[in-house]
């Protein structure tokens, strides 16, 4: 089946422009990560939901950084204003529960903020 | 609190075999291992739940000793696709946060 997708896969911002990311998570899967990448560093957790509900956010670094699932499936990682320390790849995942389940991850967003 | 893994880097020719180290300060659940290659996703490589078992397959195999709050990765005989940068990745309950360390290139030469 077809596995997590994202887009755009490369977006280049402004600083100050609003950016939306995109994440569709295998069918079927209940939990959505997302997850930022610097350059030759691990992915760093952000925030994830089960369903709908986001349960965790703690790895959000500012408010301007603000993620939805509204009903379940599709998430948007939304960035206002953004800054020139937000350029990264930013990785979603899904997994078929929370916990101890394997986690597939699309293949990023490449964020370039001038 | 990041896990650490050691070494860094490695090298290695084809057919040698390499072991990843990974710790934790914070008493662990579970471990998993992912290997990223440039400019792709990072992919699913095994969890492993506390209780000390090893895992494995092909010549990939890990260890979990909960009491020291580390595992380690074993490639055994590795081949040219292992190359890339590994990742283990942490949770401390079973939730959903997972929190990696900074990661460990391997680099196989023929």
């Known amino acids: 089946g077809a596995g997590v997708s994202q887009s755009p896969r490369y977006k280049v911002a402004k600083r100050g422009q609003d950016v939306a990311l995109r994440c569709d998570p295998i069918s079927g899967h209940v939990s959505l990560f997302w997850y930022q990448q610097a350059l030759g560093q691990g992915p760093e957790f952000l925030t994830y939901?089960?369903?709908?509900?986001?349960?965790?956010k703690s790895g959000l670094p500012s408010d301007r950084f603000f993620a939805e699932r509204p009903e379940g499936s599709v998430s948007t990682l939304k960035i206002q204003r953004t800054q020139q320390e937000d350029s990264a790849v930013y990785l979603c995942?899904?997994?078929?529960?929370?916990?101890?389940?394997?986690?597939?991850f699309g293949p990023g967003t490449r964020l370039t903020v001038t | 609190q990041q896990p650490v893994q050691s070494p860094q880097a490695v090298i290695l020719r084809e057919g040698e075999d390499a072991v990843i180290n990974c710790s934790s300060s914070?008493?662990?659940?579970?471990v998993h291992w992912y290997r990223q290659k440039h400019g792709e996703a990072p992919v699913f490589l095994m969890i492993l739940l506390k209780g000390g078992e090893q895992k494995g397959h092909e010549k990939i195999s890990a260890s979990f000793n909960e009491k020291k709050q580390q595992s380690s990765l074993y490639l055994t005989a590795s081949q040219l696709s292992y190359s890339g940068t590994y990742f283990c990745?942490?949770?401390?309950?079973?939730?959903?946060?997972?929190?990696f360390g900074q990661g460990t290139t391997l680099q196989v030469k023929p």
């Open positions: 914070k008493a662990l659940y579970s």
């Open positions: 939901f089960q369903n709908e509900a986001q349960l965790d």
């Open positions: 995942a899904s997994s078929l529960n929370q916990g101890s389940y394997e986690q597939y």
């Open positions: 990745g942490s949770h401390s309950s079973n939730t959903g946060k997972l929190i």
